[in-house]
């Protein structure tokens, strides 16, 4: 079965206010076509992001350490 890649857009901001789309990727599990694997965050020229407060959903940028909020989590 092959694997199916899924994108999304989240909206985020940063320390300053200022509004930043944030892409979501996620891929199926091997076997289990239906069933994602965990979100993979990325902005900009696809600069990875690290989820760094679930609970908050806090993300913070893996190579200049910026901290970007999502709007509306639900974490």
């Known amino acids: 079965m092959p694997h199916r890649v899924t994108h999304s857009q989240l909206v985020a901001r940063d320390a300053k206010g200022r509004q930043h789309v944030i892409r ?3 891929q199926s599990i ?7 694997g965990a979100p993979h965050y990325s902005w900009n020229d696809g600069e990875q ?5 679930a609970k908050a959903g806090v993300l913070e940028s893996a190579v200049t350490g910026e901290r970007l909020t999502l709007e509306d989590w639900r974490g």
């Not at 091997?30 to 994602?36: A, D, T």
């Not at 992001?49 to 407060?53: A, N």
Request: hydrophobic share 35%; aromatic share 0%.
């Open 30 to 36: 091997p076997g289990s076509p239906h069933l994602h």
């Open 24 to 26: 979501v990727t996620r």
């Open 49 to 53: 992001l690290h989820l760094v407060d």
